[in-house]
């Protein structure tokens, strides 16, 4: 059991890193993109310019959501599993 929610909790602690990786550079590019040195997180998909910059936001609007679901599960198996063993 322990191992498992050691597990669960790596897997949800690296999602939320990979989530943020993939916003940070999405971010960066759509600044370059419309020639700006600062760094965009836009998550309304109705203000994106093209359809990369559409189905990028729709993407991190849905990879936000689901971490933001993950962290307290993450949160919760590292401390059960601390607790256990």
Do not use: D, N
Not at 6 to 13: E, W, Y
């Amino acid at each position: 059991m322990v191992i498992a929610l050691s597990i669960l909790s790596k897997f949800c602690f690296g999602w939320t890193l990979v989530y943020l990786i993939f916003s940070l550079l999405s971010a960066l590019k759509v600044g370059r993109r419309h020639l700006q040195p600062l760094i965009f997180l836009e998550f309304e998909p109705r203000r994106a310019r093209g359809p990369w910059e559409a189905s990028r936001a729709k993407l991190m609007k849905r990879m936000g959501l689901c971490t933001i679901f993950i962290v307290p599960v993450g949160m919760a198996s590292f401390i059960v599993s601390e607790f256990i063993s």
